[in-house]
């Protein structure tokens, strides 16, 4: 089975791209984030044509999560086990944003995530990045604690940068998010907790990124950070033979910032 992961930067703009990479790569399951817009305004009609089910999780213009497979979706669930909501004001009741989706597709209990930007050091949004990574990782280790041989991939846009390899210029984002040490110990724990990068093992070295800035000619000069993953659980991780990162979609107009990222299970 193939099963990907892509930040595609709104399905509306990209929808027919995206079928067409699927048939051609022959991808079983796909893991879809920042799909920007509700249920109701999904462009599903392409995806069904090509033979794909659909789940779907998008409250409006922002974030949005969707899992699209051809061998089938059962036990939907929106959202995971104490997943944090996000609000700008003390006065206004946080909402749980549209950032994680899980689905059972062949056997395997695939989970689509768009992990919080954090946008700032000093901005509460990145407190809420900190502590949506830890509610993830407590309930990571609870469903491995419940059914240690449990087949699950955390998969998707971690907005997360695990090590200086993984940046272009470490220096640049000193100061900046997705490098800091507190979101890289929050990566750290989902790991430890027993979720390991599938992909790393056969996309090594530095300069192997997964998303570049439409700003600055970032793609053209190979300035690109590393922010996309599957992690799995050890049951799935056994049976992952092969892994790439598809950096030729990011080539080409209306591209989205984002490569896909492939696993193959045997």
């Known amino acids: ?89 003390d006065d206004v009741p946080p909402v749980v944003e549209a950032r994680a989706i899980g689905a059972t597709c062949g056997g395997v209990r695939v989970w689509s995530l768009y992990i919080p930007n954090g946008r700032d050091l000093t901005d509460p949004h990145y407190l809420y990045k900190l502590e949506w990574l830890g509610a993830l990782r407590d309930a990571g280790a609870a469903w491995l604690a419940a059914d240690p041989d449990a087949q699950i991939a955390l998969t998707g846009d971690w907005n997360i940068a695990p090590t200086d390899d993984d940046v272009w210029d470490p220096a640049y984002f000193a100061d900046k998010t997705h490098t800091s040490p507190a979101e890289r110990a929050a990566f750290d724990a989902v790991v430890e907790a027993g979720f390991g990068d599938v992909v790393r093992p056969f996309t090594p070295g530095p300069g192997v990124f997964t998303y570049w800035d439409y700003t600055q000619l970032r793609f053209a000069r190979r300035e690109g950070m590393r922010i996309d993953f599957s992690l799995c659980s050890p049951a799935l991780a056994a049976r ?27």
């Open 1 to 89: 089975m193939r099963i990907a992961t892509w930040n595609v930067n709104s399905i509306r703009a990209r929808s027919e791209r995206v079928v067409d990479w699927l048939e051609r790569h022959d991808v079983d399951v796909l893991a879809i984030q920042e799909t920007k817009c509700t249920d109701e305004k999904f462009p599903a009609m392409g995806f069904a044509a090509a033979g794909y089910e659909l789940a779907t999780a998008g409250l409006n213009q922002w974030n949005g999560v969707a899992i699209a497979s051809r061998v089938g979706i059962a036990d939907v669930a929106v959202g995971f086990p104490g997943q944090p909501g996000f609000s700008k004001s």
């Open 240 to 266: 992952v033979t092969g892994a790439e990162i598809d950096r030729q979609e990011r080539k080409g107009k209306g591209a989205s910032d984002h490569a896909p990222v492939i696993i193959d299970i045997a």
